[in-house]
């Protein structure tokens, strides 16, 4: 199963776009990116998925590589709101199992 | 509203007696899945079912049980806890093609 690689933590200014890395090299062609995040000590709640083309909603963008061996998220305005630990998730559709990174801890400041 | 609740959500508890955490969700998903998290370690899985009556292994099942007899519940079985058991559990659910799972709160967990 691919693991994934992240920095342990990240600061960005308020209103400015945070950009989270995520190292998956050894990925396969059937499995997706996923992005959760956690607040506090709540549930992790789902941003955004994809398996090879960038992808966009209301929450956040996703760009994966061409050889889907990295990707980023991106949230366009952090806010305070936004300070979180982000989790970036490689998994077989379908296949039941998640291998969580350690996650990255988003700080975003005023 | 759409949810998985998750009960007890505190429990404080001695080593060796038996205890159930209970997950319950109300979306008819057929994939549900038991998370711990520990400091330092981030959320792993300890249990997953893809459907009724089928289970499967995460990545730490050592000391834990589940059971899926119903589509909505997703007990968390520990027969005999420990205090390295202390921790933070989290049940999740979604559709069959586990597209993006919906957490529970959170259940804190104290084995003394």
């Known amino acids: 199963d691919a693991k994934t690689t992240q920095p342990p933590s990240m600061d960005c200014a308020e209103g400015r776009a945070a950009n989270l890395p995520c190292n998956h090299s050894t990925i396969s062609g059937n499995e997706y990116v996923y992005w959760y995040r956690q607040i506090h000590s709540q549930g992790p709640q789902y941003i955004i998925h994809g398996l090879k083309n960038n992808e966009t909603n209301e929450m956040a963008s996703l760009i994966i590589t061409e050889d889907r061996k990295s990707s980023t998220l991106i949230l366009p305005h952090a806010t305070l709101r936004d300070t979180a630990v982000y989790y970036c998730?490689?998994?077989?559709?379908?296949?039941?199992?998640?291998?969580f990174g350690q996650g990255t801890e988003l700080s975003v400041k005023p | 509203e759409a949810q998985v609740t998750q009960n007890p959500r505190y429990l404080i508890t001695v080593t060796g007696k038996k205890l159930t955490v209970t997950c319950s969700q109300n979306?008819?998903?057929?994939?549900m899945s038991w998370y711990r998290q520990d400091p330092g370690l981030g959320l792993r899985q300890i249990y997953y079912?893809?459907?009724?009556?089928?289970?499967d292994k995460g990545d730490v099942p050592e000391g834990y049980k589940v059971s899926r007899k119903e589509k909505r519940n997703f007990p968390l079985i520990l027969e005999s806890p420990s205090p390295n058991q202390t921790s933070l559990y989290f049940c999740?659910?979604?559709?069959?093609?586990?597209?993006?799972?919906?957490f529970g709160p959170g259940t804190r967990l104290t084995v003394l």
């Open positions: 998730i490689v998994r077989v559709n379908q296949g039941g199992k998640l291998i």
């Open positions: 999740a659910s979604s559709s069959w093609d586990a597209d993006t799972q919906y």
């Open positions: 079912s893809m459907n009724v009556e089928v289970t």
């Open positions: 979306m008819n998903h057929e994939y």
